[in-house]
C-alpha cells in the first residue's frame, strides 16, 4: 500500500516563500502524473499543480507565476515550490497521482497559513 506523507507547511506572512515535500513509500512518483491540490475550508479540493511522468508541468491559473511543481525520482519525492504566498492560498495541502485509474489514499496533508 503506497502511503504520502506531506510536509513543509507552516504559518507565514503574505510575500514569503515555502517549499512543501511529498514523499512515498513506493516508486511512483516518476511512473505517474503526480499533483498537488489544496483544500481550504468550506471548499472543495481544488488542483493546484501537476507533473506528468515526463516531467511536463501544468500550473493552475490561480497560482500560475508563483508556484513550481518538481520531483526527485531518486528520492521519490515531489516538491512545490510556492512564493510570494498570499492569504488566499490558506488550505491544506496534498499530494496524489492523477490518473484515470483513480487516487492513491489521501495523507495528511500539510497546512500553509498565510497572514496578511
Known amino acids: 500500500q503506497v502511503q504520502l506523507v506531506e510536509s513543509g507547511g507552516g504559518l507565514v506572512q503574505a510575500g514569503e516563500s515555502l517549499t512543501l515535500s511529498c514523499a512515498a513509500s513506493?516508486?511512483?512518483?516518476?511512473?505517474?502524473?503526480m499533483a498537488w491540490y489544496r483544500q481550504a475550508p468550506g471548499k472543495q479540493r481544488e488542483l493546484v499543480a501537476r507533473m506528468s511522468s515526463g516531467g511536463t508541468a501544468i500550473i493552475s491559473d490561480s497560482v500560475k507565476g508563483r508556484f513550481t511543481i518538481s520531483r526527485n525520482n531518486a528520492k521519490n519525492t515531489l516538491y512545490l515550490q510556492m512564493n510570494s504566498l498570499k492569504p488566499e492560498d490558506t488550505a491544506v495541502y496534498y499530494c496524489n497521482v492523477l490518473r484515470s485509474g483513480g487516487f492513491l489514499p489521501w495523507g495528511q496533508g500539510t497546512q500553509v497559513t498565510v497572514s496578511s
Open positions: 513506493r516508486s511512483i512518483i516518476s511512473a505517474n502524473v
